[in-house]
């Protein structure tokens, strides 16, 4: 009998113990987990992990864009791309140029993309061995002869030189560049400077080197008193207000103004037009290459040439139409010149051309 009774006092104090570990409804006890002091100790987080292959950090971002339509593109890369801080400078392509050269002989290029006017612009930065190769899945839509064929570069859009006349004071629009320097057209045109844009001095290596134009096409322009201002904008305002009857410019900037109600027609003149592409690229050594690839695919993606043509550009590339008031590529005579030999003569073009008009 006393065994038993024994038996029953250590089970009981067995039940005890155990009971005495635990709460009631299943709790823990009030000194489990517990810190001194009785405060209770926070359960520990891992921070979620971010994806690799998301790219993020700043962006540094060159171009000669108008500052509206970088903003817009900014802000539509930032919505695909939130973690991505862009970080933008813009001027005139000469001016951004000048600038790279400086970085670049300081020792270090501070761009990682680079969007400028046109192709010998970046086959300048090619020669100098300044641009990354990255051929972006996004070049299967866009032509093959607006690529570089080493992935240093490729067109964005396409921007044709045109003809704009003011319509209040031009009744009958011209079909020829030869409008310029016509007579009645003494004193009322206006062109940007080969200085300053890029487009512009493109422009002057295609005339030049164009049969009917040569040289002689830009000493007839000077004898007409065809003014030079520092870029395309300025030149369209000029037309716009009526300062000036005609101007050389780029066709999506004659579009825009008149889409606003601005007196103003864009002509593409039966002998052909110089056509830029506004490449972008990737610079050697980017300090976020990951960033910048993920730039250039959406630049060249079809929602960023949906962008592209609801700003006002003719898309470069396929299956997206061109904005309302501009031709595409296939609808208008090009007139062009080998790139390489337009990038050998540049500065030489524009000696010329400062030669003739004394700038």
Same mark, same amino acid.
């Given at each position: !009998?006393?065994?038993? #009774? #024994?038996?029953? &006092?250590?089970?009981?104090?067995?039940? &005890?113990?155990?009971?005495?570990?635990?709460?009631?409804?299943g709790q823990p006890a009030a000194n489990q987990g517990a810190q001194p002091g009785g405060k209770q100790e926070p359960a520990k987080q891992e921070a979620p992990?971010?994806?690799?292959n998301i790219p993020s950090g700043k962006l540094t971002f060159y171009t000669s864009q108008p500052e509206d339509d970088v903003t817009k593109l900014v802000a539509a890369f930032n919505k695909k791309y939130p973690d991505v801080k862009v970080e933008s400078f813009r001027s005139g392509t000469e001016e951004v140029t000048a600038k790279l050269q400086a970085e670049n002989q300081a020792g270090k290029v501070q761009a990682d993309v680079l969007l400028l006017a046109d192709a010998v612009t970046f086959e300048g930065l090619k020669k100098q061995n300044l641009l990354a190769s990255y051929k972006s899945p996004e070049l299967a839509k866009v032509p093959k002869d607006l690529v570089d064929p080493d992935g240093a570069y490729s067109g964005? #859009?396409? !921007? +044709?030189?045109?003809?704009?006349?003011?319509?209040? $004071?031009? $009744?009958?629009?011209?079909?020829?560049?030869k409008a310029l320097a016509a007579a009645e057209s003494k004193d009322a045109g206006i062109m940007p400077s080969p200085l300053y844009s890029g487009a512009a001095a493109y422009n002057v290596g295609v005339f030049s080197r164009t049969d009917g134009f040569g040289w002689d096409f830009f000493k007839s322009l000077k004898a007409n008193n065809v003014s030079v201002v520092k870029g395309n904008g300025a030149v369209l305002n000029a037309v716009a207000s009526g300062e000036k009857s005609y101007g050389m410019v780029v066709d999506y900037l004659v579009a825009r103004e008149k889409a606003k109600g601005s007196p103003v027609e864009l002509v593409y003149p039966s002998e052909g037009v110089p056509v830029i592409t506004e490449p972008i690229g990737? &610079?050697?050594?980017? +300090?976020?290459?990951? +960033?910048?690839? +993920?730039?250039?695919?959406?630049?060249?993606?079809?929602?960023?040439? $949906?962008?592209?043509s609801s700003i006002g550009y003719t898309p470069i590339r396929e299956g997206v139409e061109a904005p309302k008031g501009l031709k595409s590529i296939n609808q208008f005579k090009v007139i062009s010149s080998e790139i390489s030999k337009l990038t050998e003569a540049r500065e030489a073009d524009k000696k010329q051309f400062t030669s003739v008009f004394g700038q």
């Open positions: !009998m006393r065994l038993l #009774k #024994k038996g029953s &006092l250590l089970v009981s104090l067995t039940a &005890l113990l155990v009971f005495s570990g635990c709460g009631t409804s992990k971010q994806d690799a964005t #859009k396409v !921007m +044709a030189t045109v003809l704009a006349v003011n319509t209040q $004071k031009v $009744k009958t629009p011209p079909t020829s560049w990737i &610079l050697k050594n980017a +300090a976020n290459e990951k +960033a910048a690839q +993920a730039f250039v695919d959406f630049v060249l993606s079809e929602d960023g040439q $949906k962008l592209a």
